[in-house]
């Protein structure tokens, strides 16, 4: 019995240190930065022409490389301008794909941020609107505003960038 009084005093003073020495470790969020992170300001929306051809640089990309794809222009408010499903793509794609590009308008940054940010333990991202954690969108930025964006899906999150950063290099 004393030995069992023993070993629950031990337990509860090593919870108790052990909340103590973590109560003192600082918190990475807490830091407040000098500068404004993702702080691109938005610019005048990418218009239909522009749009076709940043997709028609991402799926030319793809079919290069033997990948369907689906991939989607929105301009710099979020709102769908243009739009390609590669013929024996994937049906979830089609919303992952809008998805991707309205989260990096919105947000002013790639999706792929997200992703690394979750898979940090960043996990109060995943409680924000509209966000996805996966890469493949990427902010259409020109002359430093942002114009509109880009969201690639089909393949892995790997492929899906290498499309998407194809297709928003040719707006410079």
Same mark, same amino acid.
């Given at each position: 019995?004393?030995?069992?009084?023993?070993?629950?005093?031990?337990?509860?003073?090593?919870?108790?240190?052990?909340?103590?020495?973590?109560?003192?470790?600082?918190?990475?969020?807490?830091?407040?930065?000098?500068?404004?992170?993702?702080?691109?300001?938005?610019?005048?929306?990418?218009?239909?022409?522009?749009?076709?051809?940043?997709? =028609?640089?991402?799926?030319?990309?793809?079919?290069?490389?033997?990948?369907?794809?689906?991939?989607?222009?929105?301009?710099?408010?979020?709102?769908?301008?243009?739009?390609? @499903?590669?013929?024996?793509?994937?049906?979830?794609?089609?919303?992952?794909?809008?998805?991707?590009? @309205? =989260?990096?308008?919105?947000?002013?940054?790639?999706?792929?941020?997200?992703?690394?940010?979750?898979?940090?333990?960043?996990?109060?991202?995943?409680?924000?609107?509209?966000?996805?954690?996966?890469?493949?969108?990427?902010?259409?930025?020109?002359?430093? @505003?942002?114009?509109? =964006?880009?969201?690639?899906?089909?393949?892995?999150?790997?492929?899906?960038?290498?499309?998407?950063?194809?297709?928003? =290099?040719?707006?410079?």
């Amino acid at each position: 019995m004393k030995f069992k009084f023993h070993a629950r005093a031990i337990a509860v003073a090593g919870l108790l240190l052990a909340g103590a020495a973590g109560a003192q470790q600082p918190n990475p969020l807490d830091a407040v930065p000098e500068k404004m992170p993702f702080d691109v300001p938005y610019g005048a929306p990418i218009g239909l022409e522009r749009a076709d051809a940043v997709l =028609a640089a991402a799926v030319g990309e793809a079919r290069g490389r033997g990948w369907k794809m689906v991939c989607a222009v929105v301009d710099s408010g979020a709102s769908l301008v243009s739009f390609k @499903r590669m013929d024996g793509a994937q049906l979830a794609s089609v919303e992952i794909a809008q998805h991707k590009a @309205r =989260a990096a308008a919105k947000y002013r940054r790639e999706t792929k941020a997200f992703e690394g940010g979750v898979q940090g333990g960043l996990n109060y991202l995943l409680t924000l609107d509209d966000l996805i954690a996966s890469r493949g969108g990427i902010p259409l930025v020109e002359a430093g @505003r942002i114009i509109g =964006a880009i969201g690639c899906s089909g393949g892995t999150g790997s492929q899906d960038e290498v499309v998407a950063r194809t297709g928003a =290099a040719g707006v410079k």
